[in-house]
């Protein structure tokens, strides 16, 4: 669902309960348009001039979303718990849920390995820049201790 205001498109907010009571097939679509990250590969990439660029901006990114995806987690454990409860009338419902609940632990594992792999990079680019700053300073007989 798309609102207009003030000349931008927003996206409405569903609750987690909307969310969560979507059937299966929609629930995954939502889970795949709202939480997925396309740029992952180039953000690994060192010969992209744009990676850094793309990282800064899932460091940005990544960490609200973790946090509605736990969220959506700790609801989806509730509602499957009342399925489980009401017995079975409710067995489809429960079943549905325990699919969603991995689908979910499936995502917040892929947002993790992504978080993993940003810091990686990170940290091997800034030990190659501090490389190259060494080599340079030799190049130009200066010392490392001019760099501090």
């Given at each position: 669902?798309?609102?207009?205001?003030?000349?931008?498109?927003?996206?409405?907010?569903?609750?987690?309960?909307?969310?969560?009571?979507?059937?299966?097939?929609?629930?995954?679509?939502?889970?795949?348009?709202e939480?997925?990250?396309?740029?992952?590969?180039?953000?690994?990439?060192?010969?992209?001039?744009?990676?850094?660029?793309?990282?800064?901006?899932?460091?940005?990114?990544?960490?609200?979303?973790?946090?509605?995806?736990?969220?959506?987690?700790?609801?989806?454990?509730?509602?499957?718990?009342?399925?489980?409860?009401?017995?079975?009338?409710?067995?489809?419902?429960?079943?549905?849920?325990?699919?969603?609940?991995n689908a979910?632990?499936?995502?917040?594992?892929?947002?993790?390995?992504?978080?993993?792999g940003i810091?990686?990079?990170?940290?091997?680019?800034?030990?190659?820049?501090?490389?190259?700053?060494?080599?340079?300073?030799?190049?130009?007989?200066?010392?490392?201790?001019?760099?501090?």
């Amino acid at each position: 669902m798309i609102l207009q205001t003030k000349g931008r498109k927003q996206k409405a907010m569903l609750s987690y309960e909307e969310i969560l009571t979507q059937n299966s097939i929609q629930f995954l679509m939502y889970l795949g348009a709202e939480f997925s990250v396309d740029d992952y590969p180039s953000v690994l990439d060192p010969e992209d001039p744009e990676a850094l660029d793309i990282a800064n901006r899932l460091v940005l990114e990544i960490p609200p979303k973790m946090a509605m995806l736990y969220d959506l987690s700790s609801w989806a454990k509730v509602l499957q718990r009342s399925y489980k409860r009401a017995g079975a009338d409710k067995k489809a419902e429960y079943e549905d849920m325990t699919d969603k609940l991995n689908a979910l632990a499936n995502k917040i594992s892929a947002y993790k390995s992504l978080w993993d792999g940003i810091s990686r990079a990170g940290t091997f680019r800034e030990n190659l820049r501090r490389e190259l700053m060494m080599e340079e300073g030799i190049m130009y007989n200066r010392t490392a201790s001019n760099y501090k």
